[in-house]
């Protein structure tokens, strides 16, 4: 790919030093890679890295400027023929908005929280996808600036370990060496304000202390004065004031603690210095393996967290003074988890993964997908989510519309232009637009809810037919089917798709039985088993939010509100009353639909659990990753458990036989409505906490088998797609 990053400037700093790393690994990886900024140290960096540099004045607030440097980007873009540009800082993303009609992706990553008044939020674009540096900058993006939360990825700061090792110590230090590096502005020299408060005080417990403030800016002149004046007063050079340093490593590995925030925190802790947490947005303390994943949330820079004060810090620098035991533990823990998740190369394919599900490419064929999608179901969701997601990846010549209950709103959320599921002229116009009409995801084809709903998805398929476009039912369950007209019409609506994918194998042998044409029938799986698992810095914020240690175990609960439910809700809250209380597990509720949220809030208050009103599916996949077990009377919610190779336990009602068609398939628990006691639940669940390890493999050798089943159904949908002329050989096959 040819790649266009921009940014304002190219100092010494966290956002500049991500911006070279990730400019240096994407050229290794054998892309060309072109970096835009009004320059500065690391711009001459990149020039020793034979990284193109164009020196633009990105940095500026003028108006006028904004629009000659808009279409000198978009010059740029047309004359090299950029594949991506990718902006990380407000003004470039703003002057790269619209050149995706250049055939240029745009990309914007978000480093900070920015001012956010009326006209700061108009003027703000966040690209066709967003990129946050942790999870509370997601968040702020989706309440402050309201970017859907699937549009938002989080990929956290790299650091190049093989450039930030760990030091070793040949022999005893005879001084204790205390850093803080940073720009030295007001919004971001609060820690060495405070070490210059405190250091006679310090130096009068802790021997040949030497404390070193790195970075320039505008307060550097003043706290160079105020570490002179100390000095004077002490009689001899406790704090020293060294700007601008090149050779950072180098500097960390001379030091015994890191005082400070961010990116240059994570370069101490990988270089083994001990670390406190300290900055303007507030005072994480002393970073440990305990605390670690928390302080991941908000990028290590404590934003959220107490008020940094002069008592803390200094309460904290005399403890690991003199405790060196806890400074090596400290810092051996913190390093083996950045070494797991903050590796600059795991953070250059975490962001090719953007690139990729974002390039603009010549299209090939359309594909429509019609469902109950947007209407409150987060199982549904989850189909047409992980379907979007999948396609992309895998098919970017493929373009994609979707029919939901909300199409503006879904068509923010999900990406992809929406019409309405239940205008005959938006379904008329869609499939005249398109090469193939996908029908499916869920048990559409039934008649227990409802006449109405049957006859839908049948005409549905039958006007997708007439308007040209191949009539697929995709990856769906079949049934109830309660009287005979209505199997004959489903049976002559099926007799006319081209392919028909059916989920489970009781849904394919009804077919079967309907002596439909064997070769349009496979056996595929559930599109939710797509979905791309979240990262684990999402489930620890989700578990903040519903105000969950991080160290506590939990179990999920997906209860199902409607008719005949009762008594399993009955059964299930006073089997948990007894887990909870034997095992010690916390119950998390987890509603799946709308009409769920009642049912499930007040087992939650009953059983003094927590309830999370997730804001999309890969949000309940997120919580599920850290549970002991879930007990779940949806399906959706078995099928992401199987994802994450999570211990279930299904609970079906009487008429429902999608649940024990899937458990059997993805060796998971089922409980029959017969079966079903306070004992016989209790038991099924602490046979799977005490041996959910050993059951685990299993599970993850089902899903592996269901996803390649999925996989190979789009995979066919595609070639049917870029072959669709064979398949109407005489235009009366289009009636």
Known sequence: ????????????????????????????????????????????????????????????????????????????????????????????????????????????????????????????????????????????????YGIPMQRICVIPNGIDLSEFHSHEHHEPRNAFRILFASRLDADCSRGAELLCEIAPTLAKSIPNLCITIAGGGKKMPEIAKRATKINHTLGFSCISVCGTVQDMPSLFQEQDLFVGVSRAALEAAACGCSVILCGNEGYGGILSGENFWQESLSNFCARGSQKPTAERLRDDILLLAGSPAL???????????????????????????????????????????????????????????????????????????????????DARRFGVKCYDRKNPFSLAHVFLLSDAFLCGGGSLLQNLTGKLSLYYYLCMLRLAKLCGALPILFAAGIGPLRGRRARQATQKTLARCTYISLRDEDSLRFLQMQKLDSAKLHLGADMALLLPIPPVFRTYTLLKRIDVEQNRRYLCVSLKSGKHTSDSHRTVIAALRMLCREEDLLPIFLPLDESDIPINAGAAELLGGRVMFADEASDITAILRGAQLLISMRLHGLILATTVALPAVGIPTASDQKIPSFCRLAAQECLLPEEMTVAALVEVCQTLCAKGDARRPLIATAFCDLQKNAQKDLANIALMVYNKDRYFKKSEDRI
């Open 327 to 409: 400074c090596l533990e400290n810092a051996s823990a913190c390093r083996k988890l950045l070494e797991k998740c903050y590796d600059s190369a795991s953070v250059c394919h975490k962001t090719l993964d953007v690139y990729q599900k974002s390039l603009h490419v010549p299209l090939r064929g359309t594909l429509v997908i019609g469902g109950y999608f947007g209407c409150g179901n987060l199982g549904d969701d989850a189909i047409l989510q992980a379907f979007i997601e999948y396609t992309r990846r895998h098919y970017p010549d493929m373009r994609i519309f979707a029919l939901t209950k909300h199409p503006l709103r």
């Open 1 to 144: 790919m040819k790649i266009l990053i921009l940014t304002d400037r190219l100092d010494i700093g966290g956002a500049e030093t991500h911006i070279a790393l990730l400019a240096q690994k994407l050229s290794e990886e054998g892309h060309a890679v072109t970096v835009a900024s009004s320059g500065g140290a690391i711009a001459e960096r990149l020039k020793d890295l034979r990284i193109a540099h164009t020196s633009m004045p990105l940095g500026t607030h003028s108006p006028i400027r904004w629009l000659i440097l808009r279409q000198k980007i978009r010059n740029l873009i047309k004359q090299e023929g950029f594949d991506i540009a990718h902006a990380h800082a407000r003004v470039p993303a703003l002057l790269i908005h619209g050149v995706g009609r250049l055939g240029c992706a745009e990309i914007v990553t978000v480093h900070a929280k920015f001012r956010a008044g009326l006209l700061r939020r108009l003027f703000s674009k966040w690209g066709e996808r967003s990129i946050a540096v942790s999870e509370d900058l997601r968040t702020y993006l989706h309440t402050v």
